[in-house]
């Protein structure tokens, strides 16, 4: 897909125009303004109602392009990053289903301050909504969904901020499609050495460190909760590092949890959406994407990445409730239950990051607990941190990338429920009792007072249902936001 910007529409050749407009608009005055034309509405039967998003596609007579397709825009008092990235996103929906090549967007008039801003939102929304994960599907030519080519922005931007910001947008959005087909991989293709593969393709691609240590050397370093994780499955498990930028700084270190398919191991799930289990690599899956993309923008910033990459299946050999591990920082864990396994494996990815790289900010995206789905939903990540300085931060890097999220408390005296009486902790607290809670403050006891922002994605990586403006399935929820927050640091 190729974007680029121009400025005199009746230059550039084009089978479609997407027409942007807030209520209450002259659509037709509008489309004079830009094509000279005369364009008659059917607005005027009152029939479109200007919504964020709905769109209308017109055939036009004799007049070339031939199509236009209105993009409702709502309440122009309204607008927002997050309306037009809604917007764009539809609009490819609507444009994936046309015999389309070349496809010029008018850009909406938004305050000179942000309008670069909006360049690049719009390049990664056309890049973000164009998505579609099919590869196992043998769709018949009609069937065949295309994307346009081309996509001629008309905009009075120009120069190379506007192109970078472009450039930026497309880059994004490429890495967090990347992270989409991770998590829609099967868990038979999408293995801890899959994801491993893809980590050293990507660090040989943008130039940065990429190390996988594997069983022995997890043993080795002595990470016996992922190791207790890992032993039910013959997929060997894989603890993936990266590092990028400049080694003086003290680093941000990402860390992810990679589990390529979680059924819960002895203490089996319900077999209901249990194939949707393969997305619970999906806070993995962000942090390969993010450094992609930092990489890819040059970031100058010096980032650690860690992937503990694990099946969690039963079996003979794997771990039961009720058995101790010791982690890699030494302190034991009771086994409640063997599905609160993420935390496990994340435990010792943060005491590892504590011991190797002196983080000045750990970031840590899990799909970690059904709770915080109940608490939540599909709209809201949970997020947690013992660093209130961040939040602001975050908050505003969301108004950009409309990830949204609420912040949840590190409750201390709901630590109580950690405590075991064979081991120095247990692995879950009590049963409907704030589970996203118990386990954010599991993963605290490691990190301790080291900055660090932990993100339950729990509900918001996956969509079950395709929407108007994103596809079923993975969503790589906190890519683009961790990108905007990165950049601002
Ligand atoms: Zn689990």
Not at 58 to 75: C, N, Q
Not at 188 to 211: D, E, G, M, Q
Not at 254 to 270: A, Q
């Amino acid at each position: 897909m190729n974007i680029q910007i121009v400025s005199d529409a009746k230059k550039t050749k084009h089978d479609l125009i997407v027409l942007p407009f807030f209520q209450g608009q002259d659509i037709a005055g509008i489309y004079k303004k830009y094509f000279g034309g005369t364009l008659t509405s059917p607005l005027s039967s009152r029939d479109f109602k200007n919504k964020i998003g709905r769109t209308q596609l017109l055939y036009t007579a004799g007049d070339v392009p031939s199509r236009i397709l209105l993009l409702g825009l709502g309440e122009q008092s309204k607008f927002s990053f997050a309306a037009w990235r809604l917007a764009v996103q539809t609009a490819m929906t609507a444009l994936l289903g046309l015999n389309v090549e070349n496809v010029l967007i008018v850009m909406p008039v938004v305050k000179a301050s942000e309008a670069t801003r909006y360049l690049e939102l719009t390049a990664f929304a056309l890049t973000f909504g164009a998505y579609q994960f099919d590869q196992y599907q043998h769709a018949t030519p009609d069937e065949k969904k295309t994307v346009p080519n081309n996509f001629y922005i008309l905009s009075k931007l120009k120069g190379r901020s506007a192109n970078e910001a472009l450039a930026a947008g497309q880059l994004i959005g490429n890495s967090a499609n990347e992270a989409r087909d991770l998590g829609n991989h099967p868990a038979n293709i999408a293995t801890p050495s899959h994801l491993a593969a893809h980590a050293i393709a990507l660090s040989k691609k943008h130039k940065f460190f990429c190390r996988i240590m594997n069983r022995e050397d997890i043993k080795k370093e002595g990470m016996g909760l992922i190791l207790g994780i890992a032993q039910g499955s013959s997929e060997p498990a894989k603890f993936i590092i990266l590092e990028y930028g400049d080694k003086k700084q003290p680093p941000v270190v990402l860390i992810g949890k990679g589990l390529t398919f979680d059924s819960g191991g002895v203490s089996i799930k319900p077999s209901d959406k249990m194939e949707e289990m393969k997305y619970d690599m999906a806070g993995g899956a962000d942090v390969l994407a993010i450094f992609g993309a930092a990489a890819g923008l040059k970031l100058p910033l010096h980032l650690i990445g860690l992937v503990p990459a694990v099946e969690n299946l039963p079996s003979g050999t794997a771990s039961r409730p009720g058995d101790v591990l010791t982690a890699h920082n030494g302190q034991t864990v009771e086994i409640i239950t063997t599905d609160a396994e993420g935390r496990m494996v994340l435990a010792d990815a943060i005491s590892f990051a504590k011991k190797h790289y002196n983080p000045k900010l750990i970031l840590e995206y899990s799909t970690l607990t059904g709770a915080v789905v109940a608490a939540l939903g599909n709209q809201l990540t949970g997020f947690f941190t013992n660093t209130p300085a961040v939040v602001k931060n975050f908050s505003d890097a969301a108004k950009l990338t409309d990830e949204k999220f609420w912040m949840l408390p590190l409750e201390d005296s709901y630590k109580d429920q950690l405590k075991s009486q064979f081991a120095d902790m247990k692995n879950v607290g009590e049963r409907g009792s704030a589970g996203a809670i118990t386990a954010a403050l599991f993963l605290q006891n490691f990190v301790g007072e080291t900055p660090w922002v932990h993100f339950d994605i729990a509900g918001t990586a996956w969509t079950t249902q395709p929407k108007p403006h994103l596809a079923a399935g993975a969503t790589a929820w906190g890519v683009y936001l961790t990108m905007e927050f990165l950049r601002n640091l």
